[in-house]
């Protein structure tokens, strides 16, 4: 008999990919996806706890989920991913409702955990092996809609940077072997999807531990993939962007012009206090090393504010610092504490107030960079992957640039995974809106 399956993913493009997971492991035990709650026959948070906003969120929520097993008591309700790695016993007491709550290096005993909760309720935690390596093989992912697959390359990190709960709950970092990786990529590319981005926490250390190959080397031979239109990768550290990689990336035909590489600060004293290896000159030098070699990259950003002992003199140098890099874009935090991990017991923490006025002076800094770069697209003609309607208007289309711009068009007869020329008529701070050209426009 069909059964529904409901599941939530918060978080990252790593939860993403995984919730996908998940979702092709239990189909092979009659689960599909459903869209509604009060259908489902199990209901799956996949959760995040990189900040507590998305955590409090998280808890808001299963709280919530509650009526829907008090309506329908044969539910089976379970969380995984970070947050359920991070909490375990605690959300399993804390919320009687909850079936099971997996740990991160438990995604590959999902059914078994399913299937004995069908034949017998007896709520089950378990968040050992979180270093341990998932088989992915066999694992055939439910990608929702769209034209870019996402393929995880490794899992884990070994950075610790010291505001961060990822390596505690991700464990070390562990390579996907290559031919598994080539396997999926070509899997994706068969059944339709044009574009692919690989993921990792760190991808630059990608190969270190098997040694099979490095990122550069894994970039370069997914290039050659006949069918596939655009790779992309995330997360970049830059503390070891390789030579390699940027060469990679300038021969690549297929490889987008579009670097994520997370500066998370422009001091040099707080980098050091956020263990990110490198200083402001090493990340300068190598921006320019970047645009030096592919002029017409894109550079998007991570960057906190509030990280304890920062003072208006370390703020106003990352103001400086981001008018000298001119990134594209910039994905703002303010500083979470995260307990257990080294920054949460830091002297000099900050105040709510200053973290905020510091995030709204450092958004309108950027912005005012964003809308910039933007400008220089006026009325340029851009090649767009079209993506689908719009989720507000369905007369206009979504569709993003091979450096990651996001571009709105009136719909004509294009679909979803065709790649058009659109003429840029009116610019945003975060979108580019234009009309489509053909031939002799
Ligand atoms: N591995 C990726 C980032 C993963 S977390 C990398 O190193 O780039 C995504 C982003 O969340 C980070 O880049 C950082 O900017 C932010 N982040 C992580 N921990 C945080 C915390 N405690 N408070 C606020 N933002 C945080
Ligand atoms: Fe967190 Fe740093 Fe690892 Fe990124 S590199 S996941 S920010 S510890």
Redesign the pocket.
């Known amino acids: 008999m069909k059964k529904n399956l409901k599941i939530l993913t918060y978080g ?1 493009q790593m939860n993403v990919a995984e919730s996908e997971r998940m979702a092709g492991q239990l189909q092979k035990i009659g689960y599909e996806l459903a869209e509604n709650f009060s259908d489902a026959d199990l209901i799956l948070i996949n959760s995040c706890c ?2 507590s906003s998305a955590e409090d969120k998280i808890y808001g929520k299963i709280g919530e989920l509650k009526k829907y097993k008090m309506q329908k008591p044969s539910l089976i309700l379970g969380v995984t991913g970070c947050l359920a790695q991070k909490d375990g016993e605690d959300l399993a007491k804390k919320f009687p409702q909850l079936d099971f709550v997996l740990g991160t290096g438990r995604r590959g005993e999902l059914v078994e955990v399913v299937k004995n909760l069908e034949s017998a309720r007896n709520q089950f935690v378990d968040t050992s092996n979180v270093s341990g390596m998932i088989s992915d093989e066999n694992i055939f992912p439910i990608r929702g809609g769209g034209v870019s697959a996402f393929v995880p390359i490794m899992y884990g ?1 070994n ?1 610790f ?1 010291t ?4 390596p505690y709950v991700r464990g070390r970092e562990r390579s996907r072997l290559p031919e598994e990786i080539f396997s999926e990529m070509r899997e994706a590319v068969d059944s339709g999807f044009k574009e692919i981005t690989l993921l990792g ?2 991808v630059n250390s990608y190969g270190k531990d098997h040694k099979l190959k490095t990122f550069a080397e894994l970039l370069t031979d997914a290039d050659k993939i006949s069918g596939l239109e655009r790779l992309r990768f995330m ?1 970049s ?1 830059p503390k070891d962007l390789s030579d390699d990689l940027i060469s990679a990336m300038a021969n690549g035909k297929k490889i987008c012009e579009h670097i994520h590489l ?1 500066a ?1 600060y422009g001091s040099n004293k707080i980098l050091r206090k956020m263990n990110r290896v490198y200083t402001v000159e090493n990340y300068l030098e190598l921006v320019k090393k970047i645009r030096a070699a592919i002029p017409e990259i894109s550079l998007t950003t ?3 504010v509030g990280f304890p002992g920062e003072t208006e003199d370390d703020f106003k140098q990352t103001l400086e610092f981001l008018q000298e890099v001119q990134f594209d874009m910039a ?1 703002t ?6 307990s257990g ?1 080294p920054a949460a017991n830091f002297e000099n923490q900050i105040d709510d107030e200053t973290k905020h006025r510091r995030l709204d002076e450092l958004m309108k800094v950027q912005n005012k960079i964003s809308l910039e770069k933007n400008l220089k697209h006026q009325n340029k003609i851009v090649e767009v992957l079209v993506e689908g309607a719009s989720k507000t208007d369905k007369n206009i289309f979504t569709s993003r640039t091979r450096t990651n711009k996001l571009v709105l068009f009136p719909h004509e007869t294009e679909k979803p995974g065709d790649l058009v020329q659109v003429k840029v008529e009116q610019v945003q701070t975060w979108i580019l809106k234009g009309r489509q050209v053909k031939g002799g426009d």
């Open positions: 990252c990189v900040r990190c950075n940077c505001y961060c709960i990822v926490q760190n997360t550290h997370p998370q991570d960057l906190i994905f935090f303010i500083y979470s504490i995260r991990t």
